[in-house]
């Protein structure tokens, strides 16, 4: 089944404590893009990734790291997580086809920063 | 989104019709898109409009593309309980996707 699976779905940790939030896909997609829901904000990009060792920042990349090591792999880091943070996180990705860009979403993960 | 906008909430009566709408201020997008985000799920594609189509049609789901007033609309007929979701507008370009805030529709029995 074609997929993209986010862990942890929910997480609760304290300011200051690294965390990885990973995400994988099995599709074959070069393109693999995190954003972050907010209400009211709907969703905003963090990051995304062309292809394997190549990403770039979207509009609210402070405070966020990703790596690009692997085809399937997406990880998204958060050296020292803050409050503001909180948030519902969702990866997803998409083929090589530079007009047509249907985006596959994992199921989200929430993050509480305390 | 920056430049998609849509209102947050919407709500029906189960059978009548649905219209959601989103605005858009760059018309560069080749294709504009409607995503579907059910309770404690990611979002999925429910439908799209490549831009030099005015009005697709599927099933219960009509797309309207105004370009001329970078206007775009959903509307799902015989609206179900099934429906209620969060709606997201979305247009894009190139590799980016531009997404509007999402229209949350309340489906009421």
């Known amino acids: 089944e074609a997929q993209v699976t986010q862990n942890p779905r929910y997480l609760i940790t304290v300011t200051g404590k690294k965390l990885t939030v990973t995400c994988s896909q099995n599709m074959n997609h070069e393109y693999m893009s995190w954003y972050r829901q907010d209400p009211g904000l709907g969703l905003r990009q963090i990051y995304y990734?062309?292809?394997?060792?190549?990403?770039d920042k979207g509009d609210v990349p402070e405070g966020y790291k990703v790596s690009r090591k692997e085809k399937r792999n997406f990880p998204l880091i958060l050296e020292s997580p803050s409050p503001n943070q909180t948030s519902l996180y969702f990866c997803?990705?998409?083929?090589?086809?530079?007009?047509?860009?249907?985006?596959?979403f994992g199921e989200g993960s929430r993050l509480t920063v305390l | 989104g920056e430049d998609v906008e849509q209102s947050l909430f919407l709500s029906v009566r189960e059978g009548d019709s649905s219209v959601i709408n989103c605005t858009y201020t760059d018309s560069s997008s080749t294709y504009l898109y409607w995503y579907k985000q059910e309770p404690g799920a990611g979002l999925q594609l429910l439908t799209y409009i490549f831009s030099n189509m005015d009005m697709k049609q599927d099933q219960r789901l009509t797309v309207l593309l105004n370009k001329k007033d970078k206007h775009l609309s959903l509307r799902i007929a015989d609206t179900q309980t099934g429906d209620s979701a969060i709606y997201f507008c979305a247009r894009g370009g190139g590799f980016k996707t531009i997404f509007g805030a999402g229209t949350r529709l309340f489906v009421k029995a």
């Open positions: 997803a990705s998409r083929g090589a086809d530079r007009v047509y860009g249907e985006l596959f």
């Open positions: 990734s062309m292809n394997v060792e190549v990403t």
